[in-house]
């Protein structure tokens, strides 16, 4: 049982509506949050001083009395980097606006080789970071592989990482707060803030590996030891099936990471057989979560040219096939917008999250 | 964007360090919330004078200056009505203290016929509610069935009942207020207020169908449409099954129903194989509910004779092998204790949660 953080909570309220509703003055800032005008006046000062909002000049409303000012989240006056580790032998950057609208991008490519340099990863960063054109209000990082609540990277077999705190060394050569998530959770978070899905999903995330991310009531699910979301590695079925890199059989991974089914697609030449086995297999696997969770939506996450009609249609028939039909309940299988830069810009969310506490 | 009800958190607050931490004074309640003492003062004064609240006497501390009174939520005071509607050609009711233990009973043979007629439950709750020896706080009750959130049962068919607005009617019948919940959502709230489960666990309930409830971070997953935990009906596996009372092929429910279980076991003829087949097809259908919310502990409740070792050790064995092994993460299958009363006590916990603030 802990008290409540009165004024961190507030700052957050005042920071959100503006994000959310934009420019207002103090007047309408206390109307649309229920607090006092005084207590807005107090806390609008202290993030115009942070530099987390500013003036906009005077509204151009006719009221008895002198003009009131209005006031924005400083949306030109901040950015954000954000950093993909996810992509195939390279890493990628990016400088963000304050509404996740990539401004630069930054590359470096890595060679094939089974452990990533992190002082690839660090360069990057300031590389990235030195193209940015306002004050940065953080860095954001989504990344394969498990992470810890501290930012450390536990065990990232596609980059070949173990223990990598790289939380703490990205803030070490940045000098800047520095936000860690899975591809998935990133993807997830992009997904619900800035691409429209709805309070109760699960985005499934379709890479080298496959991963996932529930939000559930708005609320971002991480897990009791922040792995939630490794479906990857849980069997299908039990028909069998091929032998996973984990050396158990009949992972989801087998029929759904993006290698291997470009890889069952080719032996099958030209049929589309592999994408609706892969479609099946993942509605196999998450009918029970939607079941358990009462979901409203599945997004998919990944390659286009994968996530393309039979994979979509074959998994929304087996989830609808597979659970119990309510009359007014429909379970919506989706393609989320924007794979290239989705999980940049999820990352970019989480340091927009941290730092300015909005959603 | 809401405000928050800053009073009616802090009487919450108040509320539930009273009913965890027991008698002390306003001086100690201050320190252990953070509030001011004028505050405490004035929120302990609102308790008292509700009934929520009592005052024990003076403190026995040897303080300069006067002797302080001592606190205490009215656990003497205030009592609940648990209702279970579950249980097979019988509704069972209950009179409950502040701490879960039953205090009378009252039970009502309902005959075998396909509808339950809701007269009865109303008579029943009468009757318990004329059995408590101090004022009522509420009535709790678990019941089969989707449960919507304004306490209507929208479908439960071993009532025989649709769209049956059982909070409201109850309401009415006795004058208090009242908490309807489905019974795995009242035994998982048990399990986890009372019966010590961890904060991160699914609790599957085994009755004459089979439902299921998630806790997670300490809060109750109800779901976009208060359907969540609905496993019962999902399909199990890709090789077949029997046919379900539902139309389906190979639904969870026709292997681990107690009923169903009962069945197989008289078909077998003494072999445990029926138990170990139900507690494997629990493990195919929850392991990827575990993985993606990264869970720690699954709860079984249901009938003592069914959730022997050879059900219990199948549920166990098949989780572990279908999940990605962390070398720090382990989910255990428990059974949940007092599995006659599971269902009352977390219906009346319901009613502590709602009309105490109590978690």
């Not at 300031?126 to 193209?131: D, I, S």
């Amino acid at each position: 049982v802990r008290p409540r953080h009165g004024r961190r909570h507030n700052l957050s309220l005042v920071r959100q509506t503006l994000y959310f509703d934009g420019p207002m003055s103090r007047a309408d800032l206390a109307r649309a949050t229920g607090l006092t005008r005084v207590t807005i006046s107090d806390l609008v000062t202290e993030l115009l001083e942070c530099g987390h909002a500013r003036e906009l000049g005077t509204s151009s409303d006719v009221r008895p009395g002198k003009p009131s000012t209005l006031i924005d989240i400083n949306r030109p006056g901040l950015q954000i980097i954000g950093l993909d580790l996810t992509a195939h032998r390279v890493l990628r950057g990016a400088v963000l606006d304050l509404d996740g609208v990539v401004l630069a991008r930054t590359e470096r490519r890595v060679d094939d080789v089974a452990v990533v340099d992190l002082a690839d990863v660090l360069d990057l960063a300031r590389e990235t970071v030195a193209l940015a054109t306002a004050p940065v209000l953080g860095v954001g990082v989504g990344t394969p592989g498990l992470v810890s609540e501290d930012g450390m990277v536990r065990s990232a077999s596609n980059l070949g990482w173990t223990d990598v705190p790289l939380r703490d060394e990205l803030a070490t050569a940045t000098g800047l707060p520095v936000q860690v998530a899975n591809d998935a959770a990133s993807a997830a978070r992009a997904a619900y803030t800035l691409l429209g899905a709805s309070d109760d999903f699960l985005l499934v995330r379709i890479g080298r590996g496959v991963g996932s991310s529930l939000i559930v009531g708005g609320t971002q699910l991480l897990g009791a030891h922040h792995a939630a979301g490794e479906i990857g590695h849980v069997t299908v079925g039990n028909d069998g099936g091929a032998t996973c890199r984990c050396g158990k059989v009949g992972c989801l991974e087998t029929w759904l990471s993006a290698p291997n089914l470009e890889r069952a697609l080719t032996a099958a030449d030209g049929s589309a057989e592999p994408l609706v086995e892969a479609g099946t297999r993942l509605g196999i696997a998450i009918a029970p979560v939607i079941a358990a969770l009462d979901l409203t939506e599945i997004v998919l996450s990944g390659p286009e040219h994968l996530l393309t009609a039979p994979l979509v249609e074959a998994a929304q028939s087996t989830i609808d096939s597979r659970l119990l039909r309510h009359p007014d309940v429909h379970v919506a299988v989706n393609v989320a917008a924007d794979p290239d830069d989705i999980v940049l810009r999820g990352a970019a969310g989480l340091v927009l999250s941290s730092q300015l506490g909005v959603i």
